[in-house]
């Protein structure tokens, strides 16, 4: 449990020191970012263009989508605000995803997996609408959760929370 906890709070770290790194960065120019898009052109907008705007936009737009079973999944992760590569590539480093099982999955951390959580619908503290919720308490983690909703062309879109705030913006898709 306790190694599962330093683990979590060093991505978080790395995370907000990436986010620091590139803070001067200038705002992503609005670039397209719809879901009618292709998978590799909307992996690409979400790290390159997409605007805060347009990632909410989306989220707010999507199903939840079915809940991904016996799945590996790629993954980007950005703070919350507009497309900031030099954050995400920062991040890449340490998370790479999450790999879908029967209802719980494990994050694909530091080239392995770790940091279990149960996945099941839930109701998203964003909007009340349907999500599919990524809940970490089985990991010890309470206060930490995922919400995701699935783009047409199978890309998941989502928060990562803290105590119900979001602090990432973050995407899977098919390995």
Known sequence: MNRIRKT??????????AGALVIGAPAAQAAPCGPDM?????VSALKYGCTQGQFDS?????????????????????????????????????W???HFYNGWLNNRVLGGENVSASVFYALSARDGK???????????IPFAHDELRQLPNGVYVGYGYLNNNAYVDFWVYPA
């Open 8 to 17: 979590l709070t060093s991505m978080v770290v790395a995370a907000a020191a």
């Open 38 to 42: 292709n998978l590799s052109g909307t």
């Open 58 to 94: 989306l989220f707010r737009n999507a199903p939840a989508g079915p809940i991904p079973w016996n799945v590996v999944m790629n993954g980007g992760v950005r703070p919350v605000g507009d497309a900031n590569p030099g954050a995400t590539d920062a991040v890449a480093g340490l």
């Open 96 to 98: 790479q995803g999450k």
């Open 130 to 140: 349907p999500v599919v919720r990524v809940d970490y308490a089985r990991s010890g």
